[in-house]
């Protein structure tokens, strides 16, 4: 039903790709630790380089193939690897300001953190979980590396950290949490985000407006969503991408979807003629007729044999619209499933509906952007935005990490509730989102930055995803806040 062939020249781009990204991303977010945290931030990445050995080491257990969507996963990982740390330094921080000593700072700091860490990383296991039971190929690849480097971000950001901070602490010494640069942003934020709420109402009517658009403005769907064959083809030379395109429409009828695959001299050529025609036979006549399509753009005297060997034709693709079916199907299910249970699970760990309202508000609004900027910018970047399971992943992703946000301010909410007795709403509200703004902007900050290195140097083969997960770090940081 389902036929794939890749080239190892692609598998070799890829891996190099993904081996930048992840070299650079490391190397960014180990910098900013130290820059943001001083000292502290030697123990986040203490526990960045044991989540990230942790991980690959019980990979490399189970035997797992490396897939372009798995070292996505595991960039991410990096990403979010140092969450756990910064919501719990930051708590500390707000207790040394406060004046208290570094000893009791440390105990607070950890013992209240642990209920939006704990929340946060269940939240986004349990979207990456349904995603692994929905998801095929690659997908279920990148799931299963995020499911292991979330519960190893607990496991490293919590004991270890805990445990180096108390070894260190019994010897009379202590880390330091502030730098020059950390004193001076988000001191003292008392911005009025529920006086801006008109504002906030506007921009989320436009969203949901634009969401719903998006649905019958259509989408380009990759050929698993569609069904057809997809090939990477080779012409050893730049070639003029609309050209190609015209000249194809003459043979197939129709003009096919064309994107360039790392360089101008290759292009990804995805077509559904002929796609009811199956076997053997069926594949080698639109082989055939690509090549013919192609002839004038190939080195002359080129055979259509020869055009068939991986030198030219470096990679092809093909499904059929029946399991296109049952893929659009899975992708429905697990976005269905991942708001019900997260809903469910702030329901009862919050004891109040409103924040599972709030909840499933601020995550349907985030996943209307990324459907809209699918929608309306899929013919305007120069990069392919398809309906694909990467994209599936990507949505589910950014569910699973703006729920990671959204948690820790409902937390302080929940938190001020009840020591602020007497305080209006507004006050109260205000006051959460101003005392987690740092926490927030933080978390949010080193994900955006790992996922920007993955969409520059990361390669063509998850461009798509990384840019859905960059709009959806936006969007999602907004929707904390403000939603």
Not at 234 to 245: G, H, L
Request: charged fraction near 15%.
């Amino acid at each position: 039903v389902q036929e794939q062939v890749v080239g190892p020249t692609l598998g070799a781009e890829a891996v190099k790709g993904g081996f930048y990204s992840f070299s650079l991303s490391f190397i960014v977010i180990f910098i900013l630790m130290l820059i943001y945290y001083n000292t502290g931030g030697i123990v986040a990445n203490i526990a960045l380089i044991l989540n990230l050995l942790f991980t690959i080491g019980v990979l490399s257990a189970l035997n797992a193939t490396l897939t372009a969507a798995g070292i996505a996963g595991l960039v991410l990982t990096i990403g979010m690897a140092v969450d756990t740390n910064v919501i719990i330094f930051e708590r500390i921080k707000e207790e040394l300001t406060r004046g208290l000593s570094h000893h009791e700072a440390v105990k607070i700091g950890y013992r209240r953190s642990l209920p939006p860490v704990l929340d946060a990383h269940v939240t986004s296991f349990l979207t990456a979980a349904i995603l692994a039971y929905f998801g095929l190929g690659p997908v279920l690849g990148f799931a299963t590396t995020q499911m292991l480097g979330i519960t190893l971000s607990l496991f490293c950001g919590i004991l270890v950290s805990r445990l180096i901070t108390d070894t260190w602490m019994n010897k009379n010494r202590h880390f330091n949490y502030f730098t020059a640069i950390s004193k001076r942003i988000f001191k003292h934020a008392s911005y009025k985000f529920i006086e801006y709420r008109k504002v906030a109402y506007g921009i989320s009517v436009v969203v949901l407006l634009l969401g719903i658009a998006s649905i019958f403005n259509g989408f380009n769907e990759g050929v698993e969503f569609s069904g057809g064959r997809s090939y990477v083809v080779n012409f050893k030379k730049a070639v003029d991408q609309d050209e190609v395109r015209n000249a194809l429409n003459k043979t197939f009828g129709k003009y096919p979807v064309i994107k360039t695959y790392g360089s101008n001299n290759k292009l990804e050529i995805t077509t559904d003629y002929k796609i009811n025609e199956a076997g053997i036979a069926g594949d080698s006549s639109v082989q055939n007729t690509l090549f013919t399509g192609l002839k004038s753009f190939l080195p002359e005297g080129l055979t259509a044999e020869k055009f068939g060997t991986r030198e030219y034709l470096e990679g092809t693709k093909k499904v059929d619209p029946t399991i296109s079916d049952d893929l659009k199907v899975g992708a429905q299910w697990a976005t269905f499933w991942s708001l019900l249970i997260i809903s469910f699970y702030i329901f009862m760990r919050f004891r109040d509906w409103r924040y599972s309202l709030g909840t499933i508000i601020a995550l349907m609004h985030d996943v209307l952007v990324t459907l809209a900027v699918f929608s309306f910018f899929k013919d305007v970047v120069p990069f392919p935005l398809e309906i694909d399971q990467h994209f599936i992943a990507a949505i589910l992703t950014v569910i699973g990490f703006s729920m990671n946000d959204t948690v820790i301010v409902f937390d302080r909410v929940r938190e001020y509730s009840r020591t602020m007795t007497g305080a209006s709403k507004d006050k109260v509200i205000n006051k959460a989102i101003n005392d987690t703004l740092s926490r927030t902007i933080m978390t949010s900050l080193t994900v955006f930055l790992t996922i920007l290195i993955l969409f520059l140097v990361g390669g063509e083969v998850t461009k798509g995803f990384a840019f859905a997960m960059l709009i959806g770090v936006i969007t999602g940081t907004y929707s904390s806040i403000f939603v």
